[in-house]
């Protein structure tokens, strides 16, 4: 018992040493300066964006949280800085959405938010992303089975058509054919590069 | 102050409060109350009958019944989930053709028309539909009567596209027609439905007198949807109906007879303002069908603008084409609209629905503002009146 005794007192003492309350504060001094430069760092938004919406579609889970910072009619002057937030009625993969974003509803660019259905048929659109100069075939699916998200209203309607061309109109409900045919928002999914 | 005076205006203040006192115990008291209910009566020309879509909650449509005289609500009737409202021809209904879910936001759906008396406001009877109403933006032709009443015709789209036909006396569906991807019920006649096709043209189906298919016909086309494609909210001339294209041409379809005559195309814009000043919005036009008088909501825009408010009310004489004024909205301090209406009369009013849900009214021939009412529900995006 007297050598255990002597063994956690000399780690103690060892530990107290190599860990005093100063250089504790210290450390976390570092990480929290650390931190706050982070956001000071250039970085590409783009990537982390991609990679942000790719970890959302990979889990199947939600983004993150949106904002309603959105007016449905302020998007006539696209913002060349929202072309590639998806919390953006701006990013380029919404050129022909009119509704509200999933992003900003629990789920992503690509992803129906929880409890939602997705509906199994869309319309199609041809948007341009700025970003590698190329025209992307975009699905915009609805999600459906709440009622309407009621955040982020988007109405943009890039080489959109009325109804008689039902597979370029977004006036219709893409619920419709769904089991329960509420709408509750939009996403925006690329199917391919348009040659 | 001595003391007499203070006695004295002691007195006086006890001698007015005891009259006081008496004049208000020989009032006599206000009667009993009896609780009823508003009839708003027999419809009138200047009553307007808005669309309020409530977007950020679908499920509960509703429509505004707003007097453009007295400037006052004079009630509503509920629409449910993106519903389809027409009047009847004698003004005496209006018909919503909705959906329910069982569950409030979900369940099992129902399709429906209901039928509402305008001079109580209050639903007279319903008629279930199949599971494939279209579920869609507001227009004319969403549901629509025949110009007799004895048919009323639902569009379909699941997303195939069909009618129904209904006989509402009867209180029944009489039959469903196949309309090969063409959508809409444009009625004409007793006994005639029109429906708008990717090709262009006009598929016209007559009915026998129990409301199956007799025949049909496809027009000419009369647009180019790749170029330059028709909105698909036509607006009622004297013999048709007028559709307006994303760059402001004007093609006006006369279904007075067995088959559409297309009039020629004219433009809202000159060949400099071509490109750059178009028709936009929900309700992109109102006629004023005795005074030929034209009203379109104008914004500057390019490719995929064609949902923007007007932020002008161009008026133009229908018989030359002349545009006959502008009127700048922003001197109104109004809001892009998306909506316009005006009545049949021979004083008539203007109404215009903005993107703020602003409700306006205007005098349509002076272009006087009489009225904004602020905040008519969510969205209204659709006026129709009688």
């Known amino acids: 018992m007297r050598s255990l005794d002597n063994l956690f007192e000399h780690s103690a003492r060892l530990l107290a040493r190599q860990t005093s309350r100063r250089s504790l504060i210290a450390r976390i001094g570092t990480i929290l ?92 659109g041809t948007c341009h992303n700025p970003a590698d100069n190329r025209d992307y075939i975009v699905s915009y699916n609805d999600c459906c089975g709440k009622t309407s998200c009621g955040h982020c209203e988007c109405n943009r309607n890039e080489r959109e058509k009325p109804m008689y061309r039902a597979s370029r109109n977004n006036d219709l409900n893409w619920c419709m054919a769904n089991a329960d045919s509420n709408y509750h928002c939009s996403v925006s999914v690329i199917l391919g590069v348009s040659e | 102050m001595n003391i007499a005076l203070q006695t004295h205006l002691l007195r006086s203040a006890l001698a007015y409060l005891a009259l006081c006192t008496a004049v208000i115990a020989a009032t006599p008291p206000l009667p009993a109350e009896h609780l009823t209910v508003a009839e708003i009566g027999v419809t009138k020309p200047h009553w307007a009958y808005v669309y309020d879509e409530a977007f950020n909650n679908e499920t509960d449509a509703r429509v505004h019944v707003f007097d453009g005289d007295t400037f006052r609500r004079l009630g509503q009737i509920d629409a449910g989930y993106t519903p389809g409202i027409n009047l009847s021809p004698d003004g005496k209904t209006t018909v919503v053709a909705t959906t329910y879910f069982s569950r409030g936001s979900r369940g099992t759906r129902t399709d429906l028309v209901e039928f509402t008396d305008n001079n109580t406001l209050a639903v007279t009877h319903e008629i279930v539909l199949p599971a494939k109403r279209a579920q869609t933006l507001p227009s004319y032709f969403n549901v629509a009567y025949s110009a007799d009443s004895h048919f009323l015709y639902v569009a379909y789209i699941t997303p195939a596209a069909s009618f129904g036909v209904l006989d509402p006396r009867r209180k029944t569906v009489l039959n469903e027609i196949d309309t090969a991807g063409c959508v809409l019920v444009i009625p004409s006649g007793p006994n005639r439905v029109s429906s708008l096709c990717e090709s262009g043209r006009l598929l016209t189906v007559t009915l026998n007198p129990q409301g199956k298919e007799a025949s049909r016909a496809s027009s000419d086309p009369f647009f180019n949807a790749d170029t330059d494609p028709v909105f698909v909210q036509g607006v009622p001339t004297a013999k048709g109906y007028a559709f307006l294209s994303f760059l402001g041409e004007v093609h006006e379809v006369d279904l007075s007879g067995l088959q559409p005559v297309f009039r020629p195309t004219w433009s809202l814009v000159s060949a400099a303002e071509r490109g750059t000043w178009r028709p936009g919005g929900v309700q992109v036009a109102a006629i004023h069908r005795t005074q030929d008088r034209l009203f379109v909501p104008m914004h500057q825009g390019g490719e995929g603008s064609h949902k923007e408010g007007g932020t002008e009310i161009w008026v133009f004489d229908l018989k030359t084409h002349a545009r006959l004024e502008r009127w700048p909205l922003q001197a109104y301090k109004l809001a892009p609209v998306i909506a316009i209406q005006v009545s049949q009369d021979p004083a008539p009013v203007l109404f215009a629905a903005t993107t703020a849900a602003e409700l306006a009214v205007f005098d349509a021939r002076t272009a006087q503002l009489k009225h904004v009412e602020q905040h008519l529900g969510q969205t209204p995006w659709f006026i129709f009146n009688h």
């Open chain 1, 33 to 124: 300066t650390g931190a706050a430069l982070v956001p000071l760092l250039p970085i590409d938004r783009s990537s982390a964006r991609a990679a942000e919406s790719s970890a959302a579609t990979q889990k199947n889970g939600p983004a993150p949280a949106g904002s309603d910072k959105l007016d449905s009619h302020q998007h006539t002057t696209p913002v060349k800085a929202a072309t590639d937030d998806p919390l953006s009625c701006e990013y380029w993969k919404y050129c022909a959405v009119d509704g509200f974003l999933c992003s900003c509803c629990g789920g992503s660019s690509n992803t129906c938010p929880p409890g939602t259905v997705p509906s199994p048929i869309t319309w199609i």
